[in-house]
DNA sequence: GTAATTTCGGATAAAAAAGTCCTATTTTAA
DNA sequence: TTAAAATAGGACTTTTTTATCCGAAATTAC
């Protein structure tokens, strides 16, 4: 088993990084991604093709073509990509998978693992492709306000 | 995907809260726990028989045998079984796979995982299945030193 | 314009996880 | 003593996940 998240997942968010990290070479195409990532080229096409109907990346076709990010990658939260690929299942779904659950009398996991699963599901939203890329201290997006 | 366990680790989990609840009935069978949680009575079997093996549950056979727990129900924690059945790498690996990591230089992500995947090993270690049982305020072993 | 390169997308294959079947062995109630 | 009931364990099947293959369409370098 993976920690928490598929194995496309997994691969979906390494290949977003490294994306982020080079986005300034031009479109990346799947080869040399899953050449960089030791990954199946083929596999990882299709997750690319997966994130490109959900407008996380664009890609682009012919020579020279390939997949670079939709937008900053200060836009691109991990939350985005993993809800593409895995749905939100894991920040709702009972953790022991139990069926007959009353709400109404959690169990005593429950009071201690709803908190940590909030945590986690925050530190998902808020961690961005751009807070990946190194030798970059600042990696927030401008203020708002004086922009 | 599950959460976090898999298959056969969610449904260990909810047989020994069961055999925990119902434990002055005597073993249960197999069967009697499939039909209570609705799961296959053939995979819920060989669950017990691994859970058997490591000295969790204890088995016997024979007319009127079944499983029964090894302990006392507050002396088996979550992560007994977890430990058994999926192993420890959900505590330790990385969390989005991550092939080449330096440990020297975290990534972003891993400072603020790490605290939330330790919390997450405390609670699995501090739960114990007494702690689930129903009509029991007091979940709690006898103070060691007035026994 | 043409050839090279790349994504697209459907089909298929392999591996892993989940679930099933069958027979042997053990135990006990009657 | 015997038949019923239960676990033990090996083999097998199905489903899901992961991985691969191939032809068509698009794009661009030349
Ligand atoms: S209360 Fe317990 S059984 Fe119910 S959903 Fe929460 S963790 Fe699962
Ligand atoms: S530092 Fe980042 S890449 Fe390395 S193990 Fe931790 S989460 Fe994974």
Redesign the interface.
């Known amino acids: 088993?993976?920690?928490?998240?598929?194995?496309k997942c997994?691969?979906a968010?390494?290949a977003l990084?490294f994306m982020a990290e080079y986005r300034h070479e031009g479109p990346l195409s799947a080869e040399r991604i899953a050449t960089h990532?030791?990954i199946p080229k083929e596999f990882i096409s299709k997750i690319l093709q997966s994130l490109t109907k959900s407008n996380i990346v664009i890609s682009q076709r012919g020579k020279a073509g390939g997949f670079r990010l939709a937008r900053l990658p200060e836009k691109i939260s991990?939350m985005d990509v993993v809800e593409n690929i895995?749905g939100l299942?894991?920040f709702s779904?009972?953790?022991?998978?139990?069926?007959s659950c009353n709400p109404e009398a959690p169990?005593?996991?429950h009071h201690?693992?709803a908190p940590?699963r909030s945590?986690?599901k925050h530190?998902m939203e808020k961690?961005h492709l751009g807070?990946?890329i190194p030798g970059q201290t600042l990696?927030q997006l401008p203020d708002e306000t004086t922009v």
Chains 1, 2 share one sequence.
């Open positions: 088993m993976t920690v928490l998240f598929s194995k997994e691969y968010l390494q990084l990532l030791d991990l895995d299942g894991v779904d009972c953790l022991i998978g139990h069926p169990c005593p996991l201690s693992w940590l945590q986690l530190l961690t807070n990946f990696n």
